[in-house]
């Protein structure tokens, strides 16, 4: 099955940059899907939270996360965190990897090559 790198351009995002470089370097064929402009549906999101909890994927450093009222980020709980990832993917820790069956967030290289066993 092929992977799908989500995330936002790597013209804007340096992790999704890290992610994209090495992934070319590698020669692994993959798709991207930037979900901050082809947007991010229910449908997905659910996969991924079916795949990993939502505090893994759900971004606390991000600028976005700041922005969020402190009313919001007493409350968040895995419904509220959904809600909040769908109204605003750039809360959603990046980039995703999948492959319909994994999951992995973020980049780090030994994962990386774990995951494609180079």
């Not at 992977?3 to 992934?23: E, F, M, Q, R």
């Not at 795949?51 to 895995?78: P, V």
């Amino acid at each position: 099955m092929s992977s799908t790198l989500y995330g936002l351009s790597p013209k804007v995002c340096d992790t999704v940059k890290k992610a994209v470089n090495w992934l070319d370097s590698q020669q692994i064929t993959y798709q991207f899907y930037d979900y901050r402009a082809q947007g991010l549906s229910a449908e997905q999101l659910d996969s991924w939270l079916a795949l990993t909890d939502w505090e893994a994927l759900f971004n606390k450093r991000s600028t976005s996360y700041r922005e969020l009222s402190d009313q919001q980020k007493n409350s968040l709980d895995a419904q509220s965190a959904r809600q909040l990832m769908l109204a605003n993917p750039t809360l959603i820790k990046r980039p995703v990897l999948t492959d319909g069956s994994r999951i992995l967030i973020g980049f780090k290289e030994a994962a990386y090559k774990e995951w494609f066993c180079k």
